[in-house]
């Protein structure tokens, strides 16, 4: 007899698979990364930087650019997220894993977050610094986007799933997800213009904090069945 | 053990076949036969469930493999026309990786040993991607080796495989159905097995 693999032995299976998988292509992680960094600095540049109002403006729209941006580049990746498992036959596999499909979902929803999300968490308040960014909404930046990015790959698995194999998925995809991406957006950057304006930003950090939880326990669902009639 | 009662099957709006019915009991082997876009292959892939059927029903144990779900997946092993196996990674980590995703936890010396049997000593930590496509069809194969499953659902496993390879496999096949394992497969290369007789089920 072979030994079972428990629930949580799948999820560190599919996640360490996944981490595996983009270290050996590391070009793709650093795709959205570089692309994250060029949108943000494109603004200062083009708004231009100085001690007058331009630079007031900067720090006014900052959060707004962070969040735009680290949308836009969630998007990127989404098209890779079931794509090339799809093309060799492991999704198949995948859909006969007898212990759990949305268990297995939620780690590839995971690991595209290590690989996708959590750089440009990282990357973020370096970017603050160029829009002059003070320290105490920078903090709160982070903190948004910390809670509101698996929110971003979580609703991007359920697009990504649901056009799979479709001639022209990636801008499908988009189209997809953007617009369930809007209360993430608004949140995240209501909490920093929140501390900004000198109010209360907990509230927004709140409901980031339960958009998350709810896509946490609803979404890996959706996304196993979309693929599973995906694969049809 | 598995039955199939009065299955039809439809892709786009082209009858494949219908009216299909048989049943596979322990330590039977099957080969599905019939020309190119027969529904060959579609069939297999109703049998796990990929395709829900436009009539009929499959039953496992007597129950119906829709309400089974991942219960009759945990008593299945699928071999596609992909190998599912990644290029990126080596032989060894694809194993294990395979394993996992059916549910087993299998250690470094069983996944080596399924290997060597396939004939890929000293291969197991090049990436898959410099082996030869019938040496990725083994790794594929090898799977086979690390599952208790009974039910075994092959599509043309014999694609891209040398001589040698292809004794191995009827070799393996012969050994499951003795321990009172199922096999259903389609090829188009004669597969012999010794001491068991193969029952056709031909498409038209």
Same mark, same amino acid.
């Given at each position: ?20 998988? =983009?270290?050996? +292509? ?21 708004? @231009?930087?100085?001690?007058?109002? &331009? ?14 941006? *680290? ?12 794509? *090339? /498992? ?37 990357? !973020?308040? #370096? ?29 991007? =698995? ?9 001639? %022209?998925?990636? #801008? ?8 369930? $991406? ?7 950057? %209501?909490?920093? &213009?929140?501390? =900004? ?36 | ?7 039809? $099957?439809? +892709?786009? /709006?082209?009858?494949?076949? *219908? ?28 049998? $796990? ?11 496992? +144990? ?17 071999? %596609? ?6 290029? &990126?990674?080596?032989?060894? &980590? ?18 080596? !040993? =399924? ?23 083994? #790794? ?22 040398? #001589? @040698? ?28 097995? !010794? ?10």
């Amino acid at each position: 007899m072979m030994n079972k693999l428990s629930l949580t032995g799948l999820l560190a299976l599919v996640v360490r698979r996944d981490l595996l998988l =983009a270290m050996r +292509r590391r070009a793709d992680v650093l795709t959205t990364l570089v692309f994250f960094v060029m949108v943000v600095s494109l603004f200062p540049l083009g708004v @231009g930087v100085g001690q007058g109002p &331009e630079a007031q403006m900067l720090t006014k729209i900052a959060p707004g650019v962070v969040w735009v941006a *680290a949308l836009l580049a969630s998007m990127l990746s989404l098209g890779r997220m079931f794509s *090339a /498992d799809y093309l060799d036959g492991t999704l198949e596999q995948m859909l006969l894993a007898p212990q759990s499909l949305p268990v297995l979902v939620l780690g590839k929803i995971l690991a595209h977050w290590m690989t996708s999300g959590l750089p440009l968490v990282l990357m !973020a308040p #370096v970017l603050g610094l160029q829009f002059n960014l003070p320290s105490g909404q920078l903090g709160v930046l982070v903190l948004g986007l910390v809670l509101g990015t698996p929110v971003l790959s979580m609703l991007g =698995a359920v697009g990504a799933a649901l056009t799979l194999g479709l001639r %022209g998925g990636g #801008v499908l995809v988009s189209l997809l997800v953007l617009p369930l $991406c809007i209360p993430v957006l608004i949140f995240g950057a %209501g909490a920093v &213009e929140a501390v =900004a304006s000198g109010m209360d930003y907990v509230a927004h950090l709140k409901l980031l904090a339960a958009i998350a939880v709810a896509a946490t326990v609803l979404t890996p669902w959706v996304t196993a069945q979309a693929l599973r009639i995906s694969m049809e | 053990m598995l039955e199939v009662g009065n299955l039809g $099957c439809v +892709r786009g /709006d082209h009858r494949l076949f *219908a009216g299909l019915s048989f049943s596979l009991s322990p330590g039977e082997l099957m080969q599905v036969q019939g020309p190119n876009g027969s529904g060959k292959t579609s069939l297999l892939r109703a049998l $796990c469930g990929f395709l829900m059927p436009e009539a009929g029903e499959i039953r496992w +144990r007597g129950k119906s493999i829709r309400e089974l779900g991942e219960q009759y997946f945990a008593e299945l092993v699928y071999l %596609g026309h992909h190998n599912a196996i990644k290029d &990126e990674l080596n032989a060894l &980590e694809n194993l294990h990786i395979n394993a996992g995703l059916a549910g087993a936890a299998v250690g470094d010396q069983q996944v080596l !040993a =399924a290997l060597r049997r396939m004939g890929l000593r000293k291969k197991e930590l090049l990436p898959v991607k410099v082996l030869s496509q019938g040496q990725r069809r083994r #790794v594929a194969l090898a799977r086979l080796l690390l599952t208790d499953a009974p039910l075994w659902v092959l599509d043309e496993p014999l694609t891209a495989l040398d #001589v @040698g390879a292809v004794d191995l496999i009827q070799e393996l096949i012969g050994e499951h159905v003795a321990k009172g394992g199922m096999v259903i497969y389609t090829t188009h290369q004669p597969l012999q097995v !010794a001491g068991v007789q193969t029952r056709t089920l031909a498409l038209a």
